[in-house]
C-alpha cells in the first residue's frame, strides 16, 4: 500500500539541512533546542541517551572546575567553539570542558560517538560559514542553492544514503523518501535563485518555510495502468519499458 507524499519542507532530513544553512548564514542562532533537532534528524542520528551523557559529562566537568553553568548553556558553548560561532554568553566566564577533553577522558563506546558527531556539526557550521564569508569577502553574495549544497556536500552521506536507497526494505524507502525530499529542496533552491538571482540565503529560507512542495520519487513504486510524469533527476535507477521525452532540441536538451 502507498501513503501520501509530505511535503518535501516536513521531512527531517530536508529540515536539518535547512536548520544547518540557516545557523550558518546568521538567520537563527544555534540553540540549545537548535542542537537536540539536528542531533536527533537522520542526519547526525544521535541517540537522545547518548545526547544526555554528553551533557551530563559537560556538566560535571564544569561542576569540578568550580563552576555551575547548566548542561544547555554548556553544550550550545562547546559546539560553538567548534563551529567557530560568537557565544552569545559571557566571553569571559571560565570555558567548559572542549570536546577534545570529554573523548580524552574516556566513558562510553556511545558517549564517544555522541561527541565526535556534534564536533562534526560545529565543523560543519564552520566550514560552511567560511564559504558564506568568503563569498562576502569577494563582494558577491552567495547562492540560496549554494549554500544547501555545500550543508550537503559537508554532512559527507550522500554515497551511502544512495547505495542504501538502492537496496530494499523499510530502511531502504525511508531514505529514499529522505532523498526524493532533498532533491526538491535543492531544485527549489535553484529556481529560486534563477528567479531572483540577487536574493539572498535569508529571503530563500523565508520562502521556504511556507512551501508545501511534495517531492517527486526516486524510488520505484508499483504504478500498474498509470503513467509518470517526472524530471530526468527524478527517475535516477528506475526501470521503464516505455520512455517519451518531450521537448527534444538537438545540442540543447538533452545535453
Same mark, same amino acid.
Given at each position: 500500500?502507498?501513503?501520501?507524499?509530505?511535503?518535501?519542507?516536513?521531512?527531517?532530513a530536508?529540515?536539518?539541512v535547512?536548520?544547518?544553512?540557516?545557523?550558518?548564514?546568521?538567520?537563527?542562532?544555534?540553540?540549545?533546542?537548535?542542537?537536540? =533537532?539536528? !542531533? #536527533?534528524?537522520?542526519?547526525? $542520528?544521535? +541517540?537522545?541517551?547518548?545526547?544526555?551523557? *554528553?551533557? /551530563?559529562?559537560?556538566? &560535571?566537568? =564544569?561542576? !569540578? #572546575?568550580?563552576?555551575?553553568? $547548566?548542561? +544547555?548553556?554548556?553544550?550550545?558553548?562547546? *559546539?560553538s /567553539?567548534?563551529?567557530? &560561532?560568537?557565544?552569545?554568553?559571557?566571553?569571559?566566564?571560565? $570555558?567548559?570542558?572542549?570536546?577534545?577533553?570529554?573523548?580524552?577522558?574516556?566513558?562510553?563506546?556511545?558517549?564517544?560517538?555522541?561527541?565526535?558527531?556534534?564536533q562534526q556539526?560545529?565543523?560543519?557550521?564552520?566550514a560552511v560559514?567560511?564559504?558564506?564569508?568568503?563569498?562576502?569577502?569577494?563582494?558577491?553574495?552567495i547562492?540560496?542553492?549554494?549554500?544547501?549544497?555545500?550543508?550537503?556536500?559537508?554532512?559527507?552521506?550522500?554515497?551511502?544514503?544512495?547505495?542504501?536507497?538502492?537496496?530494499?526494505?523499510?530502511?531502504?524507502?525511508?531514505?529514499?523518501?529522505?532523498?526524493?525530499?532533498?532533491?526538491?529542496?535543492?531544485?527549489?533552491?535553484?529556481?529560486?535563485?534563477?528567479?531572483?538571482?540577487?536574493?539572498?540565503?535569508?529571503?530563500?529560507?523565508?520562502?521556504?518555510?511556507?512551501?508545501?512542495?511534495?517531492?517527486?520519487?526516486?524510488?520505484?513504486?508499483?504504478?500498474?495502468?498509470?503513467?509518470?510524469?517526472?524530471?530526468?533527476?527524478a527517475?535516477?535507477?528506475?526501470q521503464?519499458?516505455v520512455?517519451?521525452?518531450?521537448?527534444?532540441?538537438?545540442?540543447?536538451?538533452?545535453?
Amino acid at each position: 500500500s502507498s501513503s501520501q507524499a509530505l511535503p518535501a519542507a516536513r521531512d527531517k532530513a530536508v529540515q536539518a539541512v535547512v536548520k544547518l544553512a540557516a545557523i550558518a548564514s546568521g538567520a537563527e542562532e544555534l540553540t540549545p533546542e537548535a542542537i537536540a =533537532e539536528l !542531533a #536527533a534528524s537522520p542526519v547526525f $542520528a544521535i +541517540d537522545p541517551v547518548q545526547l544526555r551523557r *554528553v551533557r /551530563r559529562a559537560l556538566r &560535571l566537568d =564544569e561542576i !569540578a #572546575a568550580g563552576g555551575n553553568r $547548566a548542561a +544547555d548553556e554548556l553544550l550550545v558553548e562547546a *559546539v560553538s /567553539r567548534v563551529a567557530g &560561532l560568537r557565544l552569545l554568553t559571557d566571553p569571559d566566564a571560565p $570555558a567548559s570542558a572542549t570536546f577534545e577533553r570529554l573523548l580524552a577522558t574516556g566513558g562510553s563506546a556511545s558517549g564517544r560517538s555522541a561527541t565526535k558527531t556534534l564536533q562534526q556539526l560545529g565543523s560543519l557550521l564552520r566550514a560552511v560559514a567560511g564559504e558564506i564569508d568568503a563569498a562576502g569577502g569577494q563582494q558577491r553574495s552567495i547562492a540560496a542553492d549554494e549554500v544547501l549544497y555545500a550543508v550537503w556536500e559537508r554532512l559527507g552521506v550522500a554515497k551511502t544514503w544512495r547505495e542504501a536507497a538502492l537496496g530494499s526494505g523499510p530502511r531502504a524507502e525511508q531514505i529514499g523518501a529522505h532523498l526524493d525530499a532533498l532533491v526538491t529542496l535543492f531544485d527549489v533552491g535553484k529556481r529560486f535563485v534563477e528567479r531572483q538571482p540577487d536574493a539572498s540565503i535569508h529571503d530563500f529560507l523565508v520562502q521556504w518555510s511556507g512551501s508545501e512542495v511534495t517531492a517527486d520519487s526516486l524510488a520505484g513504486r508499483t504504478n500498474g495502468g498509470t503513467v509518470t510524469v517526472t524530471t530526468p533527476a527524478a527517475v535516477l535507477g528506475r526501470q521503464f519499458r516505455v520512455v517519451v521525452v518531450a521537448g527534444l532540441s538537438d545540442g540543447v536538451w538533452p545535453n
